[in-house]
């Protein structure tokens, strides 16, 4: 069984291909109600072989959102199969692998192998962040399939040991960077749209989190963000601003 959650299609397009090459079903999709309230959400691993759990990488950790998610969610059979981590990154994912295990654990869930693949960058909000050139997008597209591939065959096979990219300073991105972003860098506050907005509500109907609804045609942030950033990087305008942080900055979604 695969779960997961993609805010710009890279994790998605991930959960797909692992799918068809594990003999999977249809991946779960973590969104709306069961992402935002997951003690309302009832899964099942019943009669599954193992539960893979495909999401992007977040300030070299798990998605706030995807550690409430695997805390909190009922999930029977849970604790009869294996848990797999794959993470999506622009680069690195620090020590994210340890942080999901501690999460799998205290859930008294088995955790196997962790994997990560690099993809394009999605990240823009902070100076210095930007999607990455054209050239190298398409070069990171052109490898993941190879390192997909290569999870697929040690997930079938049952290889022990991570596949991952930590990057340098690992732990102090994870222990230090981490609970700081995820305290003071991830307000949907500085979210507005622009002059360029013709109101066509493609932010508020894709938002993962059902967070934006549209008043008086102009989209509005509520509180309980995610930060995927998917409205940003999907908006057919270009509208969507984040506070100054995005001022001159690229967009890109993986359809
Ligand atoms: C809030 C946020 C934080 C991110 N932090 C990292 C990071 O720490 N390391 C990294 O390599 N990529 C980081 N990225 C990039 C994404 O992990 C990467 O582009 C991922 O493949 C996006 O997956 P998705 O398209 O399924 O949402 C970040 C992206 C966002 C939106
Ligand atoms: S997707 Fe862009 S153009 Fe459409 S309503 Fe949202 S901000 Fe406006
Ligand atoms: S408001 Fe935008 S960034 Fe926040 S969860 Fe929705 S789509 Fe993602």
């Not at 309230?37 to 099942?44: A, E, G, N, T």
């Not at 706030?64 to 849970?78: D, H, K, L, M, Y």
Request: proline share 6%; with cysteine.
């Amino acid at each position: 069984m695969i779960v997961f959650f993609s805010g710009t299609g890279n994790s998605h397009f991930v959960a797909d291909r692992l799918a068809e090459l594990l003999s999977e079903k249809c991946p779960t999709e973590l969104r709306g109600e069961m992402l935002y309230d997951p003690m309302k959400c009832r899964l099942s691993a019943i009669g599954e072989k193992r539960i893979i759990w495909v999401f992007p990488t977040y300030s070299w950790g798990v998605p706030p959102v995807i550690s409430r998610f695997i805390s909190e969610v009922n999930f029977t059979g849970a604790q009869a199969v294996t848990h797999i981590m794959v993470t999506t990154c622009g680069d690195d994912i620090g020590q994210a692998a340890s942080q999901w295990r501690k999460l799998i654990g205290r859930r008294k869930w088995i955790s196997g192998a962790a994997y990560s693949v690099t993809m394009p960058n999605t990240y823009v909000l902070m100076s210095g962040f930007d999607v990455d050139s054209p050239e190298l997008a398409d070069s990171k597209l052109e490898h993941a399939p190879e390192r997909i591939d290569e999870i697929a065959e040690r997930i079938k096979n049952n290889i022990e040991g991570d596949l991952v990219t930590k990057g340098a300073w690992p732990r102090l991105k994870t222990s230090i960077i981490y609970p700081y972003f995820k305290k003071f860098c991830m307000s949907p506050k500085p979210f507005k749209s622009n002059g360029r907005c013709i109101g066509c509500g493609t932010c508020s109907r894709s938002c993962p989190m059902d967070n934006i609804t549209m008043e008086e045609g102009r989209p509005k942030w509520h509180d309980r963000c995610a930060l995927c950033l998917r409205c940003y990087h999907i908006c057919p305008c270009d509208a969507i601003e984040y506070g100054k942080a995005t001022k001159d900055k690229g967009q890109y979604f993986l359809k």
